[in-house]
């Protein structure tokens, strides 16, 4: 299988691992699967460093449309696109720029995207627990 992952229940985390070749079943299978599993709030560390997306212009539209669908809620779990070559770099940059105020970063290090994600979840941790909603902020990574 393409796309493999594993879930954290203790630390609300998805570790999503691509290898070989990636299509848009692969990743529809996965956030099926992740919908059944009630983890849309967990947060997400995508490595797509061993494996090539192989998605057109209607793949990418139909995974970002569902990516959209998928993350609606009160509160969409942040996801870190960890890529290793131009190609998935170019992918992960389109379907970033069509989900929207969805908290979705990518990094070309897992050690970036670990820190990124623990901060983040740290620091809408501290506004849920006083009531403030987090939909469209962000978190500034210096």
Known sequence: ??????????????????????????????????????????????????CTLALDTDDLEAVAGRLVRYGRGDRPGPIAVVVGSALNLDMAVLLKQRVGDRPFRIFTSIGAARWWLAAYQKSHAAAFATGLGTRGRSLRVV
């Open 1 to 50: 299988m393409p796309l493999s992952w594993s879930t954290l229940s203790a630390s609300q985390l998805c570790i999503v691992t691509g290898e070989a070749t990636v299509t848009r079943a692969d990743i529809d299978a996965y956030l099926t699967r992740a919908i059944r599993e009630g983890t849309q709030g967990y947060a997400k560390l995508v490595d797509m460093t061993a």
